[in-house]
């Protein structure tokens, strides 16, 4: 553990929120802890929050007892399958304000992402619906591929300008993570894990989720937003403690 993370714990800082309507009930001290992640795969601080939490996670003496899973939030439930907006559109559309604007807004973020290693080039982002990359998450989940996808996914759409709705994009980055091309078609081509990806995002607005990323830890405690890793650190070390 660094000085800073040392330091930032010995002041008693609380970096976890009690999650609504949270079961009372403790875990055992020596089970494994879940904590689930709702982020999308088109959300550049869900990028960036992955990356922070990876870090904090490898700093963490009980790793090995954690259990991650990636759980399903659309940004734009409603997003055609292509935008005829490029980014910084989408954003003037969004929000207000000038092409200028836009642009600042994405040089934070771009700047952002390179202090934990991520080079992404929104000049190249596809604007359009996640929901199938979602789908394709939640299959590969079943395989035991689900951080695999998350991460090709999230690489795929920042940095290669891959669009994520397409479905031939779709079976090739699942191929890329070891999924069977036959199979990931057969998946894309039918109404499979539908009802799982509206399951999570149901379950995010029962429980209180208003953005991306946000972390459950043991459906006791959240962490929301990109949090930086000293953080989620702290945020792993408490929630473990409460155990």
């Avoid at 002041?11 to 020596?30: H, I, M, R, V």
């Avoid at 795969?41 to 990876?54: L, S, T």
């Avoid at 000038?98 to 991520?118: H, P, S």
Wanted: with cysteine.
């Amino acid at each position: 553990m660094t000085s800073s993370i040392a330091a930032s714990l010995s002041t008693n800082a609380q970096y976890l929120t009690p999650l609504d309507g949270a079961s009372t009930a403790s875990p055992k001290a020596n089970s494994t802890m879940t904590i689930e992640i709702w982020s999308d795969v088109v959300c550049p601080f869900c990028y960036i929050g992955k990356r922070e939490f990876e870090t904090a996670l490898a700093a963490f003496p009980h790793r090995d007892q954690v259990n991650v899973i990636w759980k399903s939030f659309e940004l734009d439930p409603n997003a055609p399958k292509r935008s005829e907006h490029d980014m910084y559109g989408m954003l003037v559309a969004k929000y207000g304000g000038t092409l200028e604007d836009a642009a600042a807004r994405v040089a934070g973020v771009v700047q952002r992402a390179k202090t934990v290693g991520l080079d992404y080039r929104m000049d190249k982002a596809v604007i359009g619906s996640s929901f199938d990359a979602h789908r394709l998450l939640q299959f590969a989940k079943t395989k035991g591929l689900g951080d695999a996808a998350k991460e090709r996914l999230f690489k795929a759409y920042f940095t290669e300008g891959a669009h994520l709705a397409d479905r031939p994009t779709l079976v090739r980055l699942g191929t890329e993570i070891g999924l069977d091309a036959e199979a990931v078609q057969r998946m894309l081509d039918s109404t499979d894990f539908t009802d799982v990806v509206r399951a999570d995002e149901r379950e995010a607005q029962e429980i209180g989720v208003r953005g991306v990323p946000f972390f459950v830890f043991d459906r006791k405690y959240a962490v929301s937003g990109a949090q930086e890793s000293d953080h989620f650190l702290g945020a792993l070390e408490q929630a473990w403690k409460a155990r």
